[in-house]
């Protein structure tokens, strides 16, 4: 049982594996940030194209 454990602690071939898993989850964290930072840039260019149709709309049709 003590050689068994041994080898299992010192065996690393799954180290690689768990590496590249932290690093798409670090990458994933990054990209949720940065698109939730963005969300609101992109709602306000929202609002701003709709209320200058609105306005362009209400001008052609007078």
């Not at 065996?11 to 932290?22: A, N, P, V």
């Not at 990209?31 to 709309?57: E, P």
């Amino acid at each position: 049982m003590a050689q068994y454990l041994s080898n299992f602690v010192r065996e690393e071939d799954g180290q690689d594996l768990i590496e590249y898993t932290l690093l798409m989850t670090f990458i994933a964290i990054a990209c949720l940030a940065l698109v939730g930072s963005g969300r609101n840039a992109i709602n306000q260019i929202w609002i701003t194209s709709n209320s200058d149709l609105t306005t362009a709309s209400t001008i052609s049709a007078s």
